[in-house]
């Protein structure tokens, strides 16, 4: 996820790792791992005391589809919803977070990320506000969308060539995806600014806000 440099006005922004996984947990030691309840528990003690006037952002990412299953790149312009599992992690998301008061759920329009965003609103009980954005949407890739990037249906043609296009676009914020609609990496930061701005007037007494967006 990009992080634009609007978020940097707020106390902090809680990127921590919160691995939504499925199917029975071990961990090296033979100890059993704290489920996702108690994880979210731990993780909300974590968090520093909020000073007062203060804001905090919480960055997920959506659940899985059939499209990162297998491999194919998304996008901005391909709308595709949560698989099952998707939809799993996205309820174990919910329990990860069920220490935190959440005042609103922001969301991308995107299926993907709304299904998310729906399910740790529905599953936390939440009162909180519930908003979706297009300006959060993913980005346009043009004419990558759609082909395999990784798995095994990705030829080391198509690896490296997204590869090589990933890297010059680290390099050039304004280099495009090349075909059609594809955007760059300022095109999406510049409409995110815009989303952070409509989503402070809508919440502009809430303290926590999670933002379900896009990788």
């Known amino acids: 996820m990009i992080i634009p440099r609007a978020l940097l006005r707020f106390s902090s922004v809680a990127t921590g790792v919160m691995f939504a996984r499925t199917g029975q947990e071990e961990s090296h030691t033979g100890c059993e791992m704290p489920n996702a309840k108690e994880r979210g ?122 590869e090589t296009l990933n890297q010059q676009m680290i390099r050039n914020l304004d280099q495009p995806w090349p075909g059609a609609g594809g955007e760059s990496t300022r095109d999406v930061e510049i409409r995110s600014r815009k989303g952070i701005e409509e989503m402070l007037n809508v919440c502009k007494e809430d303290k926590h806000i999670a933002i379900v967006a896009h990788g």
């Open 41 to 162: 528990i731990h993780f909300a003690n974590r968090l520093q005391e909020l000073p007062p006037h203060c804001k905090r952002i919480y960055l997920l990412r959506h659940g899985q589809t059939e499209w990162n299953k297998k491999g194919l790149m998304q996008g901005g312009t391909h709308d595709i919803p949560l698989n099952e599992n998707g939809i799993e992690q996205a309820r174990l998301a919910s329990e990860e977070l069920s220490g935190i008061s959440l005042d609103a759920i922001v969301s991308s329009h995107m299926k993907r990320a709304h299904q998310t965003a729906d399910v740790i609103h529905q599953n936390t009980l939440s009162h909180a506000k519930r908003l979706a954005l297009s300006e959060f949407g993913e980005m346009k890739f043009g004419s990558f969308e759609g082909n395999p990037i990784r798995g095994p249906d990705a030829t080391e043609e198509t690896k490296s060539n997204f």
